[in-house]
């Protein structure tokens, strides 16, 4: 029969048949990638490489720290978390060689108020006020923070040991930074675990996070840190050696450390120190209660909020890392770029696994009905989709045990059940993030898109507060 000649339901069967070729092809190809990774973690975990070390964390605490630590907060309306994250921060860090600089803008008095009310007899706070109108990016913010560091290192005579980067919502960890101090022996750029904690207001929102984290920076950046390539930094719970990011600085014309169109410069961060020859290290560990010593935070809790956050990750990524970043020439760094970037694809062929399930479901109602034949199925087109059900199987399997490991049974169920909910996320943040991008190709600056917050996790919830 010509291809002429072929009616509107056996169009829609071709057009099916090719739908599904498509989708499980791609979905196989991402599952062998998952795949490898999980079997390389477990191989890991095996040989002893993979564990998990325990810390006296009341040592950690208190331990004084080898020099200066210059902790950098940038802030942008956030009057409602900044007075708890500094208060916080002051009290679970004592040690008297640290220092917290706070960057605000002049058109935001209400967040550079919460900031003076915080500590206001605290020697170590200092509040830097921005000379430029925010929003700007929060890269440009992070370079005005740097700079006031210069000045205070030129003011007295010696220079800070290491930068530590956090976000205005996060609640520190009180052995988070003698770790830090303890691995900075080794190393010039150190990332702790992010834990993002669970929104009993948000079951399938705003906690759709925590099996995320829990899988990436339990597993995927534990992989990835033991094939040497470079570790991303999260821009949370992550720290640069002092001279390290000096070099990185004058790798810019700016002399800045950061590009201030860059709308991921924390993703960035690790890559650059390690293209400089900077060694970059995952440190995962607990105290001796059991407790990830991790930065927490409660992430967005609205739709709109958790597609906009995710879609400044797919831009800056995905696609902006394609300009920004570019190739190496070492294997295992090819290799987690590639996976690093896939975010726009995985979103389209999940949104053609979508419109799959809905023809299916519309082209099994009309052949109900006398309309037309259901698609065969061929042989290989059951075992694709035999090998892509055992693969989500699977997928299910090791997101239920990650989120169970740190939140426990019943969150890690929850997690199962929130996949749908996920996908649907990515769907949209790839689709706003493509069209951003095309926007930015036409000449748009990037702004600071940041997500508000409103409760900090030490005022909401003071059991979640490490021990």
């Not at 519309?362 to 075992?383: D, I, R, V």
């Amino acid at each position: 029969m010509a291809i002429w000649d072929l009616t509107f339901w056996q169009w829609f069967v071709l057009f099916q048949h090719e739908m599904l070729l498509f989708a499980g092809v791609f979905f196989l190809i991402g599952a062998i990638d998952d795949f490898s990774i999980d079997l390389l973690w477990i191989w890991l975990r095996l040989n002893g490489r993979a564990n998990t070390p325990q810390f006296n964390g009341q040592h950690l605490a208190t331990k004084p720290l080898a020099g200066l630590a210059a902790v950098f907060i940038p802030a942008w309306q956030e009057a409602d978390v900044i007075g708890d994250t500094i208060a916080h921060a002051l009290k679970a860090w004592p040690q008297n060689n640290m220092r917290l600089y706070v960057g605000c803008y002049s058109n935001d008095p209400e967040t550079v108020a919460a900031v003076m009310r915080a500590a206001p007899r605290d020697p170590r706070l200092r509040l830097v006020i921005h000379e430029r109108e925010g929003p700007s990016t929060k890269a440009d913010c992070l370079n005005r923070l740097y700079r006031a560091l210069c000045t205070d290192e030129q003011r007295v005579g010696a220079k800070a040991r290491m930068v530590v980067f956090h976000d205005a919502e996060d609640m520190v960890d009180p052995a988070a930074l003698g770790l830090i101090d303890l691995t900075m022996d080794r190393a010039e750029f150190v990332q702790l675990p992010v834990l993002p904690l669970p929104q009993v207001k948000s079951r399938w929102i705003g906690s759709h996070y925590c099996e995320e984290f829990a899988e990436a920076h339990g597993k995927s950046l534990v992989v990835r840190g033991a094939l040497g390539a470079a570790i991303p930094a999260a821009g949370v719970g992550c720290a640069v050696d002092r001279m390290a990011l000096a070099r990185l600085a004058a790798t810019h014309e700016s002399r800045m450390p950061f590009a201030s169109d860059s709308l991921t410069e924390d993703y960035e961060l690790g890559l650059a120190v390690a293209a400089n020859g900077g060694r970059c290290r995952f440190v995962r560990a607990r105290r001796e209660d059991g407790e990830l010593i991790a930065t927490r935070a409660f992430f967005p809790s609205r739709l709109d909020h958790v597609v906009r956050q995710k879609t400044r990750w797919v831009h800056g990524i995905a696609l902006q890392g394609w300009d920004r970043l570019g190739w190496t020439a070492r294997p295992a760094e090819i290799w987690m770029r590639l996976r690093d970037r896939r975010g726009p694809l995985t979103a389209l062929v999940l949104l053609l696994a979508y419109m799959l399930l809905a023809l299916s479901a519309l082209g099994w109602a009309a052949s109900l009905m006398g309309y037309g034949q259901p698609m065969e199925m061929t042989l290989a087109l059951k075992l694709l989709l035999a090998a892509n059900f055992f693969s989500f199987v699977w997928r299910a399997m090791f997101r239920f045990g990650f989120a169970a490991r740190e939140y426990g049974i019943l969150e890690g169920v929850r997690a199962i059940l929130r996949i749908p909910v996920a996908n649907i996320i990515a769907i949209m943040a790839g689709r706003r993030a493509l069209f951003a991008y095309v926007r930015s190709l036409a000449g748009h600056a990037p702004v600071w898109d940041k997500t508000p917050h409103f409760i900090h996790p030490a005022r909401a919830q003071p059991e979640a507060l490490p021990a």
